[in-house]
């Protein structure tokens, strides 16, 4: 199965009462693994988790921290782009080449790499005085 595919698969499952936007996302990490997430909502709080935290989510629970790649699918009339919680969500286990392909149901794709999407990240190397 592709990552189009995984993340189309997993959209179905989100839970976005509130706005009726579902999300779905899948990555592949550098082991070869595949880890998907929808959005998920809630009444306190209707922007809920995004669809990118999901997946990423599920990568760490399996142990897993190294992303090679990530698809992320919406209903949309252009391709929707992480907001901007989710670059640095995805900064944390990517590199700075690494390819976010966008899409939309209808088969619309945009590609762009971390290091576009979040220019002058914040790192850990950051915090380094030493
Ligand atoms: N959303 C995602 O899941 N990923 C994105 O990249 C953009 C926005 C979700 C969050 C919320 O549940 C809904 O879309 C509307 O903002």
């Known amino acids: 199965m592709t990552l189009y ?3 189309c698969k997993v959209r179905e499952n989100a839970y976005a009462p509130y706005s ?3 999300v779905g996302a899948a990555l592949r990490t550098v082991s ?3 880890f998907a997430g929808c959005n998920v909502e809630n009444v306190a709080y209707p922007e ?3 669809a990118e935290a999901g997946a990423i989510a599920a990568m760490c629970a399996a142990g897993e921290y ?3 790649e990530i698809c992320v699918v919406a209903d949309s009339p252009t391709p929707v782009p992480p ?4 670059r640095q969500k995805l900064a944390e286990f990517a590199a700075p080449d690494l390819r976010i392909t966008m899409a939309t149901l209808d088969g619309a ?3 762009i790499t971390m290091a576009e ?7 850990a190397g950051h915090m380094d005085k030493s």
Do not use: Y
């Open 32 to 34: 070869g693994q595949v």
């Open 117 to 123: 999407i979040l220019p002058g990240a914040f790192s």
């Open 48 to 50: 809920g988790t995004c």
């Open 109 to 111: 794709r945009h590609v």
């Open 5 to 7: 595919d995984a993340a």
């Open 83 to 86: 907001c901007g919680g989710c």
């Open 66 to 68: 190294a992303i090679a």
């Open 20 to 22: 009726s936007f579902k």
